[in-house]
């Protein structure tokens, strides 16, 4: 019978500790254990945990609070606080195998590979060959289905084993208690074959879990980027640049529609250009529309914030009438002059800090 694999398969599944668990040493203090496991949440957090994956970083901090609470109060803290550091790894590595899938995105060959590499550790720890021609999904839906036999193959021996459990049983009680010592050994056997049973499942479930979410996050993540990019074909350099956010969300910035000094009117010419702006929302109706309007930092702020609030407004409602869409389907912000994307100290830059920028946003997490 195949060994039972617990310490490898928790080895290649768990996620991997924060940068303050590296060198944590078990004669540590719970203070000190209470202090790691903090700084490995705060890393979390800077990395976006609470926004990107926010299901992590709240367990995580649920289980500091109750660590920190236990710490204060000078009891047996142990159990409490390895589950705060298991936590606390978990929203920490989940955040960066975020990060590392968005930085590789356009990288499909890179990957790829990844996406193999995850299939080969898998099947290493479960004891199968892989196919060298194999790759990809075929892969991946080799290494569940000899999973899968697996699992029928411990089925059997437990249930056999079972049988034969059941067999002695009643022979002791026939009065053959000398046989004590070989039903013990059965048992044990048995348990064991259950154990692997469930491990066997364990590791199945994972690894199509695994495969399936990387798969339709890397095809998710291509389409929305080859829509991107022909709805940038829409638009000229002097009318507007589109791109795709890190959040998945599709920015317009309308480089082309400019308003009088002081005035939130908009000019018949850029009809247009609004045309094309509103072919944008129509190609994404998945994405709530927001207008944002933004100023330089001449003048109050105060000033500059109502103006870019009532040119976005503007925008807005010529959109919302293209779409035969009512006004208040498109929100309107005045970022004023808090958001620029240059220097406001030249001419130039203060021009480029005057502009109208269409936000196609993509649902959160917990939204």
Not at 116 to 131: E, F, N, P, Y
């Amino acid at each position: 019978m195949r060994p039972v694999l617990t310490a490898a398969v928790f080895a290649v599944f768990a996620i991997p500790a924060g940068d303050a668990f590296a060198a944590a040493d078990v004669a540590a203090t719970p203070a000190q254990r209470a202090a790691a496991i903090a700084a490995t949440l705060a890393q979390a957090k800077e990395l976006g945990a609470d926004k990107r994956c926010p299901d992590d970083y709240r367990a995580a901090e649920a289980a500091n609070n109750a660590a920190v609470g236990c710490v204060a109060g000078g009891g047996d803290c142990d159990g409490t606080l390895a589950a705060a550091e298991l936590a606390a790894a978990r929203a920490l590595g989940r955040i960066r195998f975020i990060e590392d899938l968005r930085s590789a995105r356009h990288d499909w060959q890179e990957a790829a590979v990844r996406y193999d590499r995850l299939v080969g550790r898998i099947a290493t720890v479960a004891g199968l060959a892989i196919d060298p021609e194999l790759v990809g999904e075929a892969a991946g839906r080799r290494v569940l289905a000899d999973l899968d036999r697996e699992m029928t193959a411990l089925r059997i021996r437990a249930d056999s084993l079972e049988a034969v459990n059941r067999g002695f049983g009643a022979w002791v009680e026939g009065g053959r208690a000398a046989q004590d010592s070989t039903i013990a050994e059965l048992r044990r056997e048995l348990t064991a074959a259950r154990h692997a049973l469930w491990e066997s499942q364990l590791r199945a479930g994972v690894a199509e879990a695994d495969l399936s979410a990387v798969a339709s996050r890397e095809t998710l993540v291509e389409d929305r980027e080859a829509e991107v990019r022909r709805l940038g074909q829409l638009f000229t350099p002097q009318e507007g640049l589109v791109w795709l956010t890190p959040d998945g969300d599709v920015r317009v910035r309308l480089t082309g529609l400019k308003f009088a000094s002081g005035n939130a009117w908009l000019n018949p010419k850029y009809d247009p250009l609004l045309d094309k702006a509103a072919e944008a929302i129509r190609r994404f109706p998945d994405l709530a529309p927001v207008v944002e309007g933004h100023t330089d930092d001449t003048g109050p702020r105060a000033a500059n914030q109502k103006l870019s609030l009532a040119r976005a407004q503007a925008v807005a409602a010529a959109l919302a009438k293209r779409l035969d869409a009512p006004a208040a389907s498109l929100s309107a912000l005045g970022m004023g002059p808090d958001q620029p994307v240059a220097p406001n100290a030249t001419e130039e830059g203060k021009a480029l800090n005057r502009r109208i920028e269409l936000v196609l946003k993509a649902a959160r997490d917990g939204n």
